[in-house]
């Protein structure tokens, strides 16, 4: 168990003799306390000199581990295709719909025809009264190549048929509900899916009663509500889609279809993921630079330093990150972080050119990304490089556990000695009881003499 503080008992007699001192008159419980203390001394101060170190040492190392975490997390965003391959999609007339894109998306614009919306299938029955009983038989409803059959019992209601195929095994994707309206109850069916291809049909068996051979029927023929697909164009290129959102029709982009009519569709590049991306290293790199300034300061007019001044291993840190920073990427046309527009201020630290960041992504953004994300790029050898410091069992966590395994020694020998002071107080106890009923003795002997003489001169003085 690691100790963060190691202190000393304030009177360690202090309790023990409640009696000591009565025959002799010592104030034994203050002498035995600053024996106690005076033998303490020199093994106390060096555990809390130690525990004060060590933990020190657990704290600045603990701050170095996370900002180099921290690094390494913005780094991993700079190695992801995505963070370089970002598009806007957006339509002039938004109530027509919206968009989404994919890293596959190129930039462009195009004239959006929408003619016609896709469309679920939707059927209804007869009206019936509620409790009427529709009769018995199977129903097989069939959606494409998908089908299933649903058993109807002679005293099922429309409601009951509803919750029986909602409930039916396989259902291919038809959902039927009840609406009470003034004629009665109406069993209403709909396709769960917009789109010709996902219109169903139902039909009742052979042995199906009149009544449920009556409701397929009337099920199974078209109305107002029939399944279609959407039908728009791009730059005068029919398409067609079971589906209101489209996808495919432009590679990387999906429009969800809202409203019928005529727009523009425009697609376009998006820098700010990798902007954003870019910052968030530079911050990251300057949290880093700041952290270790602490860690390895002096200060000339206390003469204290940081925790780390001197290691060896911040040092090792230090030169790793900056060998992979002011190197250059090799095939590279950009080739460094400066051409880019991060460039060192005097503190060390790290700035960002906005400008020149943003003609360079909007110029060659594969070129951007290979200076990070390539096999040679910064973001790749440099997350290689920190995972010595920071993986588990690397060069951080290793000399964290031996401080920490320090720690338990330090307070193994602090019980130990507390242990030894314990015995030695006693010890001063005991030996300061013994001369207090010595002394006592003493003085009760004394008393008794001093008396005897007085009475022997008293007698001498009479008969003389």
Excluded: C, W
């Excluded at 019992?153 to 095994?169: G, H």
């Excluded at 969800?256 to 991306?277: I, Q």
């Excluded at 291993?313 to 920073?325: A, D, E, F, K, N």
């Amino acid at each position: 168990m690691a100790i963060s503080n190691v202190s000393t008992s304030g009177n360690p007699g202090s309790g023990i003799l409640s009696s000591a001192g009565i025959g002799s008159g010592l104030d034994v419980k203050s002498i035995v306390a600053a024996l106690v203390n005076a033998r303490k001394a020199g093994p106390q101060a060096q555990i809390t000199s130690k525990a004060t170190q060590t933990n020190a040492l657990l704290t600045g190392l603990t701050s170095l581990s996370s900002v180099l975490s921290s690094l390494q997390s913005s780094l991993f965003t700079l190695t992801q295709t995505s963070t370089f391959a970002s598009f806007n999609a957006t339509l002039a007339d938004s109530t027509i719909g919206t968009t989404s894109t994919l890293s596959s998306a190129q930039p462009g614009s195009y004239a959006l025809v929408v003619s016609k919306l896709a469309t679920a299938q939707k059927r209804g029955s007869d009206a019936y009264a509620g409790t009427a009983a529709i009769g018995a038989g199977n129903l097989t409803l069939t959606v494409g190549a998908n089908s299933s059959t649903v058993a109807i019992s002679a005293t099922d209601t429309v409601a009951d048929i509803a919750a029986r195929i909602n409930a039916a095994s396989g259902n291919p994707g038809v959902s039927a509900t009840v609406v009470n309206g003034t004629s009665g109850a109406q069993l209403l069916l709909s396709s769960s899916k917009t789109g010709v291809a996902n219109g169903f049909s139902i039909s009742a068996d052979g042995s199906s009663s009149a009544g449920l051979t009556t409701l397929a029927n009337k099920l199974n023929t078209a109305g107002a509500n029939e399944a279609k697909d959407a039908q728009l164009s791009l730059d005068g290129i029919a398409i067609t889609s079971a589906s209101n959102s489209v996808s495919g029709a432009i590679d990387g982009v999906t429009i969800n279809l809202a409203a019928a009519g005529s727009t523009t569709l425009t697609v376009s590049r998006d820098n700010s993921v990798a902007t954003k991306a870019v910052q968030d290293f530079v911050d990251a790199y300057n949290s880093y630079t700041k952290t270790v300034g602490t860690l390895s300061s002096y200060d000339k007019a206390s003469g204290k330093g940081g925790i780390l001044l001197g290691d060896a291993m911040l040092h090792s840190v230090q030169r790793t990150i900056g060998s992979v920073l002011s190197g250059k990427v090799a095939g590279n046309s950009i080739g460094s972080l400066a051409s880019l527009g991060i460039t060192r201020s005097a503190d060390g630290t790290l700035a960002v050119d906005s400008s020149k960041l943003t003609a360079a992504l909007d110029g060659n953004p594969a070129v951007v990304q290979d200076l990070f994300a390539g096999s040679n790029g910064y973001a790749k050898r440099l997350t290689t490089a920190l995972d010595s410091f920071t993986a588990a069992g690397g060069v951080i966590s290793t000399r964290q556990q031996s401080l920490t395994d320090s720690l338990g020694k330090l307070n193994t020998e602090q019980s130990q000695l507390d242990a030894r002071m314990s015995v030695y107080e006693k010890q001063l106890r005991d030996q300061y009881a013994q001369l207090d009923t010595l002394m006592s003795s003493l003085n009760n002997t004394s008393s008794y003499l001093t008396g005897a003489l007085a009475q022997l001169e008293a007698t001498y003085t009479r008969k003389n």
